[in-house]
Nanobody
């Protein structure tokens, strides 16, 4: 059984940086598309970014492009989300997700992913 556990959330001020980590157990990262989503209060879960399984390229939502970076460590079986220049609108619960069957056209769709972490809260406020 694949399990994902996020860590690293917290409360920061605008302009600060934060690094989230997602530990994957039950299988290796090989062949998995690894994604981050977020959900703010009263809003739907939205795509943040993903590292596509076969080519390893990363793709990001326009709202975070240039500020957020996804990386993975195959030896540690973790995928991280480095968040720089955080803004109040980045406040949300952040979830990591993984799946081996994601295709490019559905990469930003939450329902394309079978495996999810429990989420970690990120609050950006002055």
């Amino acid at each position: 059984q694949v399990q994902l556990v996020e860590s690293g959330g917290g409360a920061v001020q605008p302009g600060d940086s934060l690094r989230l980590s997602c530990s994957v157990s039950g299988r290796t990262l090989r062949g998995l598309t690894l994604a981050w989503f977020r959900q703010a209060p009263g809003k739907e879960r939205e795509f943040v970014g993903a590292m596509f399984r076969s080519i390893g390229n990363s793709y990001y939502a326009d709202s975070v492009k240039g500020r957020f970076t996804i990386s993975k460590d195959n030896a540690m079986n973790t995928v991280d989300l480095q968040m720089d220049n955080l803004k109040p609108e980045d406040t949300a619960i952040y979830y990591c997700a993984a799946d081996s069957g994601v295709i490019m056209s559905t990469m930003s769709t939450a329902r394309a992913y079978d495996y999810w972490g429990q989420g970690t809260q990120v609050t950006v406020s002055s």
